[in-house]
């Protein structure tokens, strides 16, 4: 079993920027994959970023290339996700999520994770 709580979700004005943490616990956290997924209203949950297990790889989705960065820190568990450049269509609730089948490669498919976090929510403003 992995618990993953999520954080730092909020009300931003557009091109501001906010940061996204989810604290893991259960499993050694180094030994699998995370991901961050969003989901807009009357929309499917859609990826946004992956990295593997020890940071080497990560991937992004088009729409977010250039202004958020994933990382994560296998020393405190958690996992981030710096958001730039923030636009209203940025405006989601954001999961975080574990690959625990998965350690050097990124996972960028909902059917790859097996636990996800309660979510956070990020509202932009116009």
């Known amino acids: 079993q992995v618990q993953l709580v999520e954080s730092g979700g909020g009300l931003v004005q557009a091109g501001g920027s906010l940061r996204l943490s989810c604290a893991a616990s259960?499993?050694?956290?180094?030994?699998?994959?995370m991901g961050w997924f969003r989901q807009a209203p009357g929309k499917e949950r859609e990826f946004v970023a992956a990295?593997?297990?020890?940071?080497?790889?990560?991937d992004y989705a088009d729409s977010v290339k250039g202004r958020f960065t994933i990382s994560r820190d296998n020393a405190k568990n958690t996992v981030f996700l710096q958001m730039n450049s923030l636009k209203p269509e940025d405006t989601a609730v954001y999961y975080c999520?574990?690959?625990?089948?998965?350690?050097?490669?990124?996972?960028?498919?909902?059917?790859?994770?097996?636990?996800w976090g309660q979510g956070t929510q990020v509202t932009v403003s116009s």
């Open positions: 999520a574990a690959a625990v089948r998965y350690t050097m490669v990124v996972v960028t498919t909902t059917q790859g994770y097996n636990y």
């Open positions: 990295i593997s297990s020890y940071g080497g790889r990560t």
């Open positions: 259960g499993r050694t956290f180094s030994n699998y994959a």
